[in-house]
Nanobody
Framework: QVQLLESGGGLVQVGDSLRLSCAAS????????MGWFRQAPGKEREFVAA????????LYADSVKGRFTISRDNAKNTVYLQMNSLKPEDTALYYC?????????????????WGQGTQVTASS
């Protein structure tokens, strides 16, 4: 069982930056690829970014490519999502997830463990 705890969300101005963190309860470097998803009110949960077990491979949704960066520090069992140039449409509850699949995934159904989420609001 892996427990994930997100932090770093908040209320920011459009164009600002935020860095989300996801701390895992167990060592994730060997066993889990990690991902970030988000869900806005009235919308389905959508993929944001994913990183491989080693951190060497990343995948992004087109809507955040070039603005968001996912990374991981396996020594700290922590995954990060650096979000720059935030837009109103980035407003959502952001979830961290872990998957035991051998490759990074953009499908939520492929993830085994989920955090409770952290709210990000970009307001003008």
């Amino acid at each position: 069982q892996v427990q994930l705890l997100e932090s770093g969300g908040g209320l920011v101005q459009v164009g600002d930056s935020l860095r989300l963190s996801c701390a895992a309860s167990t060592r994730t470097s060997i066993s889990y690829a990690m991902g970030w998803f988000r869900q806005a009110p009235g919308k389905e949960r959508e993929f944001v970014a994913a990183v491989s077990k080693s951190g060497g491979t990343t995948l992004y949704a087109d809507s955040v490519k070039g603005r968001f960066t996912i990374s991981r520090d396996n020594a700290k069992n922590t995954v990060y999502l650096q979000m720059n140039s935030l837009k109103p449409e980035d407003t959502a509850l952001y979830y961290c997830a872990a998957t035991a699949q051998s490759s990074i995934e953009n499908r939520a159904t492929r993830y085994d463990y989920w955090g409770q989420g952290t709210q990000v609001t970009a307001s003008s």
